[in-house]
């Protein structure tokens, strides 16, 4: 298995809604991503864990919540957003580039897009 | 600090011909570098890597790329294009970190193929 699989596909908000963006992983990878991606740009990195453990926080704004429950599942928790924050959101996860001894290639979800009206 | 500069922002081609999608590097030592593709409204997927192993890899789809460090270059290359290979292309490098690797992305080449 070598998917990484994202929920929901699409999700509309209003500015006063609370909701999370699910990801899940079954591939034994220790680090996991969040990236956003507006249209036709590269996606940015928001949040990186390394062993349940929060690495990397790109200066996201707090009506950004990451989680991760376990090594398999990342959450992204969402709350007051506005609507410039309608994007697609990306996670993304990888091996241990230590442990392999090189740099690992990262496995993208298919992403949620998100529309904040 | 890393950079990636892909030279076209979009490349035009005829279903048949070959295609050629431009990369430049830049880093401190010696790099990991990656294509990736995505189609509209889809996630990233991996095209092939360089690992500091073989200079010429092949990838999926009958892709591949030279990784040149004289030219610090990995052009991306197909001998035939195919309809189904319009997308958006991302040249990618990445920095080891312990546990984890962070991705740094040129802003992406968008390759159109006509009939």
């Known amino acids: 298995d070598t998917e990484v699989t994202q929920t929901p596909k699409h999700l509309v908000m209003g500015m006063t809604n609370k909701k999370s963006l699910k990801c899940e992983q079954h591939?034994?990878?220790?680090?996991m991503y969040w990236y956003k991606q507006k249209a036709k740009k590269p996606p940015e990195l928001m949040f990186v864990y390394s062993y349940e453990k929060l690495s990397i926080n790109e200066s996201v704004p707090s009506r950004f919540s990451p989680e991760c429950p376990n090594s398999s599942l990342l959450n992204l928790h969402l709350h007051a957003l506005q609507p410039e924050d309608s994007a697609l959101y990306l996670c993304?996860?990888?091996?241990?580039?230590?442990?392999?001894?090189?740099?690992?290639?990262?496995?993208f979800g298919q992403g949620t897009r998100l529309t904040v009206v | 600090a890393q950079s990636v500069t892909q030279l076209d922002s979009h490349v035009s081609v005829s279903e048949g011909t070959p295609v050629l999608l431009r990369c430049n590097y830049s880093?401190?030592?010696?790099?990991?570098l990656f294509w990736y593709v995505q189609h509209p409204n889809k996630g990233l997927q991996l095209l092939l890597k360089?690992?500091?192993?073989?200079?010429l890899v092949k990838g999926i789809n009958g892709f591949e790329a030279e990784f040149k460090k004289s030219e610090t270059s990995f052009h991306l290359t197909k001998p035939s294009a195919h309809m189904s290979d319009a997308a958006e292309y991302f040249c990618v490098v990445s920095d080891r970190i312990s546990g984890y690797s962070t991705l740094t992305f040129g802003k992406g080449t968008m390759l159109l193929v006509s009939p």
């Open positions: 591939m034994g990878h220790r680090a």
């Open positions: 880093s401190s030592y010696s790099p990991s």
């Open positions: 360089y690992t500091s192993a073989a200079t």
């Open positions: 993304a996860s990888s091996q241990d580039s230590v442990r392999e001894g090189r740099n690992t290639e990262a496995f």
